[in-house]
């Protein structure tokens, strides 16, 4: 949006790099709001949360706002992977769609990045011959289409699907 010359906003402002959140400060973070509304939750649990978003403030703090309108004071593990089902089954339509928009080979390589979680080298005999992609020339046609498309991103050495949901529901299909 902003480094796109054809884009409205070129160049319309200065670039800011955030890092994540310590793992630490968010967790604790988290369990203070929970025991200031008179909840309970699981460190572990909050520590599986993080993990399971890859410490993405979004993702997280979508995850803990499904468990914030549970009406359980105790969170339980079996509380949070039901709220984790159901994520992702809210969004299964619109993953649908997206499979719907991908052609068979994108959408083979789509699937493997997120069932790898992430790639670094996606052209490798292993990597092609385990999720059945085709010659190289294919996957790089198809990495090109879905990188163009904003499907997946190019991130600490590897490979991404940007929607850590959408990314979470291929790894079961």
């Given amino acids: 949006m902003f480094f796109n010359q054809n884009r409205p906003f070129y160049q319309s402002t200065q670039l800011l790099s955030l890092n994540p959140i310590q793992k630490e400060k968010y967790k604790n973070f988290i369990q203070a709001k929970f025991i200031q509304s008179g909840r309970k939750i699981n460190m572990k649990d909050i520590e599986f949360i993080i993990e399971w978003c890859r410490n993405h403030t979004y993702y997280i703090q979508y995850v803990c706002n499904m468990i914030?309108?549970?009406?359980?004071?105790?969170?339980?593990?079996?509380?949070?992977?039901?709220?984790?089902?159901?994520?992702?089954?809210?969004?299964?339509?619109?993953?649908?769609?997206?499979?719907?928009?991908?052609?068979?080979?994108?959408?083979?390589?789509?699937?493997?990045?997120?069932?790898?979680?992430?790639?670094?080298?996606?052209?490798?005999?292993?990597?092609?011959?385990?999720?059945?992609?085709?010659?190289?020339?294919?996957?790089?046609?198809?990495?090109?289409?879905?990188?163009?498309?904003?499907?997946?991103?190019?991130d600490q050495e590897k490979y991404q699907v940007y929607d850590l949901f959408l990314s979470k529901w291929l790894e079961t299909q």
């Fill in 68 to 154: 914030y309108g549970n009406d359980s004071e105790m969170i339980t593990s079996d509380h949070l992977r039901d709220i984790l089902q159901s994520i992702l089954k809210e969004n299964e339509t619109l993953f649908y769609n997206y499979r719907n928009l991908l052609t068979e080979s994108q959408y083979r390589l789509l699937r493997a990045i997120a069932k790898e979680n992430g790639v670094g080298k996606p052209y490798t005999s292993i990597f092609t011959t385990t999720h059945k992609l085709g010659a190289a020339s294919a996957v790089n046609t198809s990495l090109s289409a879905l990188l163009n498309k904003e499907m997946i991103f190019f």
